[in-house]
């Protein structure tokens, strides 16, 4: 009889004694095997580990097996609140991933019980001895969102402090265009050319510039801040803007890729003086495909700096005292806006899906506190900068391509089978199907969403479908936006693949793909591809994390209020109910009325013994009864003294106290992120 082969892949604990292994190179959970309580062999969650199936399994049935070895550790540090049990001083893990307990030996010095800490492990424990590790970094007290932040941001590798080396190229940074670095570029300097931010942006990597040719056709310019030229390949600015991947953002903070000295200096396109710019020219015909470009060095010098709230005021035509002010650009902007929406058609006509999540965002204090919230509404002058940045990304990975020139792509696969049958069972109890995932399909049940109460949770369903969007050197397309050609190539100042594009367009262009030089550029794409995905994968889970302790330490001040919720998840244990003002809390089943509630996992809902049926989409009153910044958890109730849930006519939720008392509270700020255009 043939020996059964062991499986290698990642054990990820379910928190409840139980968890699954994702064999290596498999996409998607269909190969997952399910490893039963003490079957985990001392395997913590994230260990690469060897997995033995369980003999005699038929085909099609979920897959069981038990871990035979440890292979490679996953947790080389752990961070948790520090205990104290006599002499002993012990690190009690965050979350329930990591169950037992790990005792601190060394020096203990300048940590209290009570703090948050993170502890280098030693031994991971054996059947006589408990798991060990040395201190390395107090956060501050457990349970504050400071500490968490900190704590977060250590558990991701993000550092906030950049390296002595760094600091010093950085330095080195002129205030100012060096004459000698405009030969050969092409001078747009007296060009009308404006760039469109948040209002608190201060790293400006992109200007756009809009006329007409002979024929009358667009010419659309996107001019992209040449970081590349101040930041060469190997240097100690670029070997940390590699290992950093990507800016990170949360609340009223930035972590920046690059030092201040390049982000919101000689690389941001600030207004009224010289930029070294890679432009991508677009002469589009009347449908918006590109009918020619250009894409070139150059030098620009902008007009103005335009911000978001007032483009959106000058194209609703609602201030005449702002449209004096900037009369000159005025008829370009509308123009723009004009062209924004034959893009946005066109990217619609061939089934572009439209999978922009909420946002919410955070207002603080002067001393970073938060204080108010409220869902970020897009207006005009956001989609017209999201239209022609995908205008410009699209165009140079089809040049990129189409010249079989080295590069990273934006890639972004079709719908798994395991995920298209979770898609079908949760929006199947909101009267939605579908045959085959394509473009079209996906794109009528969004639109047959919009204006519904449900909207956001079929558009989060949807986006939840999608596999995850990745860099690979290799073009392969990218079915969300229904795109044959994808990269980026317009955030260099934030995102280290578009760094990567441009050193390949600029090695095109100065004729030196084929030099040693050109060679290692060529050769360093697939590294810096996959871990450009790792750390965006790392900023998105930082950032998830830690805007829930912002939005607990928010909603701490509300407990006891109701507010109006919609359930947009469903397990065996509760509800996740998602507010009008975007705090999703936990609803315990048994906090629910009328005894036990059977739980059906397929079509994720909850149904009570007198046929009580609680699903996504589902709309009642909740009363907040706790919020945690610590962990980032909230916890409802249904209101005291209601037999019964408050369902809420299936309408548009009003605004919540929280959201009107956000009204009132206009000295917070935000950094003004653009998470769309840094995600796609």
């Not at 390395?136 to 457990?142: A, T």
């Not at 024929?215 to 590699?242: F, K, N």
């Not at 919230?373 to 990304?393: D, K, Q, T």
């Not at 805007?547 to 407990?559: N, Q």
Request: glycine share 10%; proline share 7%.
């Amino acid at each position: 009889m043939k020996e059964q082969q062991t499986i290698t892949g990642v054990y990820q604990a379910a928190g409840k004694g139980f968890g699954f292994v994702t064999p290596e190179g498999t996409v998607g959970r269909e190969e997952d095997l399910f490893i039963p309580p003490r079957a985990e062999n001392g395997a913590w969650n994230g260990d690469t580990v060897a997995v033995l199936p369980d003999p005699g399994q038929a085909a099609g049935e979920k897959r069981t097996g038990r871990v035979t070895a440890i292979l490679r550790r996953g947790n080389p540090t752990v961070t948790g609140a520090v205990r104290k049990h006599g002499r002993e001083t012990w690190l009690v893990p965050a979350g329930d991933k990591l169950r037992e307990a790990i005792q601190i030996v060394g020096k203990t010095g300048g940590v209290r019980p009570g703090d948050r800490a993170a502890v280098k492990m030693a031994s991971y424990g054996t059947s006589r001895q408990p798991p060990m590790g040395t201190l390395l970094e107090v956060f501050g007290r457990d349970g504050s969102r400071e500490a968490a932040v900190e704590s977060i941001l250590f558990e991701q590798n993000i550092q906030r402090e950049f390296p002595a080396p760094v600091l010093a190229q950085a330095a080195e940074a002129p205030e100012q265009v060096d004459p000698a670095a405009l030969e050969g570029r092409l001078d747009l300097r007296d060009k009308r050319i404006i760039t469109i931010d948040g209002e608190h942006a201060k790293d400006l990597d992109d200007a756009v510039s809009l006329e007409r040719d002979e024929q009358g056709r667009a010419v659309l310019g996107v001019h992209i801040a040449d970081v590349s030229h101040y930041v060469p390949l190997g240097s100690p600015l670029d070997v940390e803007a590699w290992q950093r991947g990507t800016s990170v953002y949360f609340a009223d903070q930035v972590i920046p890729m690059l030092p201040k000295e390049l982000s919101n200096g000689i690389c941001s396109l600030n207004p009224q003086v010289d930029r070294l710019t890679l432009s991508c020219i677009m002469t589009l015909n009347p449908d918006g495909s590109v009918a020619e470009h250009t894409i070139t060095k150059s030098v620009i010098r902008t007009t103005e700096r335009m911000n978001y709230r007032d483009c959106n005021t000058l194209l609703e035509g609602a201030d005449p005292e702002l449209e004096g002010r900037y009369a000159p650009i005025l008829p370009m902007l509308r123009e723009m806006a004009a062209l924004a929406r034959v893009l946005e058609r066109r990217r619609k006509l061939r089934g572009s899906l439209d999978l922009e999540s909420r946002e919410n965002e955070i207002l603080c204090d002067g001393e970073g506190r938060p204080v108010g919230v409220r869902a970020r509404a897009p207006g005009i002058s956001e989609g017209l900068i999201e239209s022609f940045m995908l205008a410009a990304n699209e165009c140079v990975a089809w040049h990129l391509a189409d010249r079989e020139l080295p590069g990273i792509f934006r890639i972004h696969e079709k719908p798994s089978g395991e995920k298209t049958e979770a898609l079908r069972n949760v929006l199947a109890p909101l009267g939605y199907t579908f045959q085959e995932p394509d473009h079209f399909s996906l794109q009528k049940i969004l639109e047959e969403a919009r204006g519904t109460p449900e909207e956001f949770l079929v558009h989060t369903a949807v986006l939840r479908s999608m596999m995850k969007a990745r860099y690979d050197p290799k073009n392969l397309g990218h079915f969300g936006l229904a795109a044959d050609y994808y990269c980026h190539f317009t955030s260099p100042i934030r995102r280290y693949p578009d760094l990567m594009v441009h050193r390949c367009l600029t090695a095109m262009l100065d004729g030196t793909l084929e030099s040693k030089a050109g060679q290692k550029l060529s050769s360093a794409m697939p590294k810096a591809a996959k871990q450009a995905s790792e750390r965006e994968l790392a900023a998105q889970v930082a950032e998830r994390d830690i805007e829930k302790c912002y939005l607990a330490e928010f909603t701490a001040e509300h407990i006891g209020e109701t507010f109006p919720g919609v359930v947009s998840g469903v397990s065996r244990f509760g509800l996740f109910v998602l507010t009008g003002a975007g705090v999703e809390g936990f609803l315990p089943a048994e906090a629910l009325p009328g005894g036990h509630y059977a739980c059906s996992e397929e079509h994720l809902t909850l149904t009570g013994p007198q046929g009580e049926r609680y699903t996504l989409g589902t709309l009642l009153e909740v009363a907040c009864v706790s919020a945690d910044p610590g962990s980032g958890q909230v916890e409802f109730r249904l209101p005291k003294g209601t037999p019964g849930a408050i369902f809420l006519e299936r309408k548009e939720p009003k605004p919540s106290r929280v959201e009107q008392k956000v009204g009132k509270r206009p000295q917070g700020k935000t950094h003004g992120k653009r998470p769309s255009r840094r995600r796609r």
